[in-house]
């Protein structure tokens, strides 16, 4: 995919992306081969079509579903390489990526072949794609704050490689606070904090993150707008927001990109980045997605630098390396 110099290709960081949202129809289909296992689609094309998503529940019933083509720790492996590939064409030279370790447990893939996989893609990610990464292990928030739990102390042999928690699948319905306990336990444990607030769900959710949750950045965090005071408290704080256009485009939280609010967020003082979310599904890596801000935004070359340069600020960087990858 041929992105624009002055625009996609940037030097970038990228903050909000599931390494599970990267898998490729045909990596999918290879990986379905490759483990016996049957995809209830004909073809790479057939899967492609079922990518019209109502909402994000109705997303995430395919995107769970589709995972079911990762068994080994060399899936793991492939998965992330050809991330980090794609990422690597787009500009991209840090990368902190999200994974569900639950939805890999509860098909019976221990969370070691899921952590060991990732890192051994990530470990050669600087000498083969020039790309640092850092790793956010997610709690699905639609399941049990016990199965939260069960999973932090699950992953304890492997905090290593962990720097971060962070919290997402389905949002309405599951406020922050019922985190409040594992997120308590990851900060004893030295883990920093993310969430998903404010992509569905009502902007008390991000207050909620920050206030009880304690999180140092808000994945999405959109509807934020709703709420004046909110935004106000965002810019003072300088909260970073890890906004994902395209996927709220294809979710449906906004109707048409033209529609979509980031110049008004970043001209109230947000301090706002642009990411993929969940690339393979929503139509393009954070490349794609800084040239279609844009094309359909108007954005100019000095906003795309000061969302690139957001980017770094609000990366899991030492000052050091921050400015050695700028
Ligand atoms: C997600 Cl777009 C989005 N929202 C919440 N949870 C997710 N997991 C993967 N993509
Ligand atoms: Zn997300």
Excluded: W
């Excluded at 990762?70 to 492996?77: A, S, V």
């Excluded at 000095?302 to 770094?312: G, I, M, T």
Aim: glycine content about 6%; charged content about 25%.
């Amino acid at each position: 995919q041929p992105t624009d110099r002055t625009t996609g290709n940037l030097p970038k960081a990228e903050l909000h992306l599931h390494i599970e949202g990267t898998l490729e129809p045909d990596l999918a289909f290879t990986l379905a081969a490759r483990n016996g296992v049957r995809l209830p689609y004909a073809d790479t094309e057939e899967l492609r079509r079922a990518y019209l998503f109502e909402d994000l529940q109705s997303f995430l019933d395919l995107y769970y579903g589709l995972m079911a083509v990762l068994h080994t720790e060399q899936d793991f492996e492939d998965l992330a390489d050809a991330y980090l590939a794609r990422a690597a064409a787009q500009g991209v030279r840090h990368a902190e990526i999200f994974f569900d370790p639950q939805a890999h447990t509860a098909r019976g893939i221990p969370i070691a072949t899921v952590v060991e996989g990732l890192s051994r893609a990530l470990e050669r990610s600087e000498e083969r794609h020039g790309i640092s990464t850092r790793l956010i292990m997610c709690f699905l928030r639609d399941q049990s704050a016990e199965s939260a739990l069960a999973t932090l102390e699950a992953a304890r042999p492997h905090l290593h490689r962990i720097t971060a928690v962070g919290l997402d699948s389905a949002e309405v319905g599951h406020p922050p606070a019922k985190f409040r306990e594992v997120y308590e336990a990851a900060a004893a444990l030295g883990l920093r904090r993310v969430a998903h607030a404010g992509e569905e769900g009502p902007p008390a959710y991000i207050t909620e993150a920050l206030d009880v949750l304690g999180v140092e950045r808000i994945d999405h965090g959109l509807t934020c707008m709703q709420d004046p005071g909110l935004v106000d408290r965002l810019v003072r704080e300088r909260i970073p927001l890890t906004l994902c256009p395209l996927s709220n485009v294809r979710l449906r939280a906004v109707d048409v990109l033209e529609d979509h609010p980031l110049p008004q967020m970043m001209a109230a003082g947000l301090l706002c980045t642009v990411n993929s979310d969940d690339p393979a599904y929503f139509g393009g890596y954070v490349g794609d997605t800084y040239h279609a801000v844009h094309e359909a935004l108007g954005l100019d070359e000095e906003q795309l630098r000061a969302l690139a340069r957001n980017s770094f600020t609000a990366a899991f960087l030492d000052d050091d390396e921050e400015r050695r990858r700028r």
